[in-house]
């Protein structure tokens, strides 16, 4: 069982920065693969980035490529989620998700985080 909670959504000007944060319960993080998602007001929810267990493999959506970056450190129990260059269209609720399989966690991950709310304005 892991629980997830994030941390670090906001209000910010488009082209601006924000990090979020994924803070893990359980001594297992290190061998679950870690994932970003995200929903807009009336859109379905859709992958953003995700994370091998050690960190050495990363994947991400053609829409955030470039822009964001996912990184973890296992002795603190944390995923993040480095997001440069932000546009409106990024606005939605960020959710943090894991799954014991990287090719899994990009799309039917098992645990879900509760959400953090990012909003970009123009």
């Known amino acids: 069982q892991v629980q997830l909670v994030e941390s670090g959504g906001g209000l910010v000007q488009a082209g601006g920065s924000l990090r979020l944060s994924c803070a893990a319960s359980?001594?297992?993080?290190?061998?679950?693969?870690m994932a970003w998602f995200r929903q807009a007001t009336g859109k379905e929810r859709e992958f953003v980035a995700a994370?091998?267990?050690?960190?050495?493999?990363?994947y991400y959506a053609d829409s955030v490529k470039g822009r964001f970056t996912i990184s973890r450190d296992n002795a603190k129990n944390t995923v993040y989620l480095q997001m440069n260059s932000l546009k409106p269209e990024d606005t939605a609720v960020y959710y943090c998700?894991?799954?014991?399989?990287?090719?899994?966690?990009?799309?039917?991950?098992?645990?879900w985080g509760q959400g953090t709310q990012v909003t970009v304005s123009s």
């Open positions: 998700a894991a799954a014991r399989a990287y090719v899994v966690v990009r799309s039917t991950p098992n645990y």
């Open positions: 994370i091998s267990w050690s960190g050495g493999n990363t």
């Open positions: 359980g001594r297992t993080f290190s061998s679950y693969a």
